[in-house]
């Protein structure tokens, strides 16, 4: 099978270019009162990129960027890209642990990271980790750096630099590598190269009729493929994006009305706490025209709250680091397929569903999502008995994800093979519970994992973090809320845990590694 993406071009330097040409002086990203044009935009990252080749990073080499939300983020993301380096975007969350094995594998030859971010002081550690990885050497701080050994991020991009003309990759080059969120083991390392990553993507941004008229708000994190993609389809098709480093709710909602933000990708859990927000502050005549989420189950009371509160298209999505947007629903469909899908395939992929034989099964039918497709990740770096277990024999990349298909090709999400429970031979998925649970006024986060039974096999236990920090919650409350939604009795949690905050991942998914763990100590 091969589909064709030869419509959209595979190198990032090359819509640099072609976005300068169309769009000179035009507002391409926007923080706080920074506001950068197409052609400042070009200028920065051409300097940036220059000053990487002087440092003698050449082609394949890896650069690791750990920032916030910036334009910093932005200008190092597509100066790398320019000249063949490949993109190892990390969560500013990672500290030495993380960071250490992360740079090691990838054999990081360049670091750039923050001086300091909430606390921490991320220019020491750089520092620390550059004298014990033999491969790491050079050390590029944002802000104002303090260390001797750190390279000034700013006196980079402000002074002229050597010509990058001969340093352009080619499409087949690898031009990021991305780790998995690793809510279970340990992360591996993805890599894609520049044909998987960048024409997909701008085919997926025409679907979602992306123009020069929008402007884009992205709240998730910048270093996840959720949101990381939007940067060059932004450029293609001459957007405005705005880049907001923290996220709160009342300054989300102060710059989505007073910028008249058009597009909004979030996780389900901002758009619960913007609804709360709208109805708490009757915010009315917002300009939001679609907004895009997925990463977990979308409720459906969410987006009928959505639809109703600011009039936007609700876009459901499904995917991960290995597949980009392996699917999602589209702003003209029926408003129903936003919640009952995570719609169907991007134009560039394909999904089948497999039995435990890894044999197709008939629309309707519950089995693990393959996919396939132009967008898919070359390899699993460094790690090749990985990468021949995650593939079928006919080259369908085994998600590990539970779902099935209708009649339409529209793709019904079920949750990770892990996450079914078999209480005494009833079987139910926790992503149900947990879809209930979140809708709850108390509830921030909400998680449901099995602990062990002698007896039954298996039972449920919640975790849930509370809104306000004063208030309580029992399983009793819980049972009852259940059952009024409808829920049968089996289904039930029959442990509960409150937690002050709920462990996540860098793309704020649930991690559910550890809640086992703790869910195991509960029963003792």
Known sequence: MSLNTDMESSLIHELIEGAVKKYQNKTAFVSNDRRLSFQEMDTLSKRLAGHLLTLGLRRGDVVAVQLPNSLEYVIAHLAISRVGLVFNPLSPSYRKKELGYMLSHCETKAFITAD?????????????????LDDLKHVIISGKPEEEESISFDYLVNTESQDIESSSPVKTDPALIMFTSGTESNPKAVLHTYES????????????????????????????????????????YGATQYVLADYQVNNVMDLIEKEGITYLTAAPAHLIDMVHFIRTNQVKNLKLRLIQTGGSKIPAQLVKDLRKLTGAR???????????????TRPGDEENLAWETVGRPTPVGDVIILDEFHSPLPNGEIGEVAFWGECLFKEYYKNELATEQAFTKEGYFLTGDQGWLDGGGYLHFVGRKKDTINRGGLKFHTSEIEEALVMHPKINQAAVVSIPDERLGERACAFVSLREENASMDLKEIKEY???????VYKLPEYLQVERELPTTPAGKIQ???LRKEAVSLKR
């Open 116 to 132: 300091s971010y909430k606390g921490f002081n991320h220019e020491k550690l750089a520092n620390e980790l550059k004298t014990e």
């Open 512 to 514: 559910k590694g550890p």
């Open 314 to 328: 609700i876009v459901s999505q499904w995917g991960m680091t290995e597949i980009c947007a392996g699917t999602f």
């Open 197 to 236: 990553f960048v024409p997909a993507h701008l085919i997926n941004g025409k679907e979602n009729l992306i123009s020069e008229k929008d402007n884009i708000l992205s709240l998730t994190p910048l270093c996840h493929m959720f949101s990381i993609p939007l940067i060059i389809t932004g450029m293609r």
């Open 482 to 488: 259940l059952i009024d939604q409808g829920f049968a």
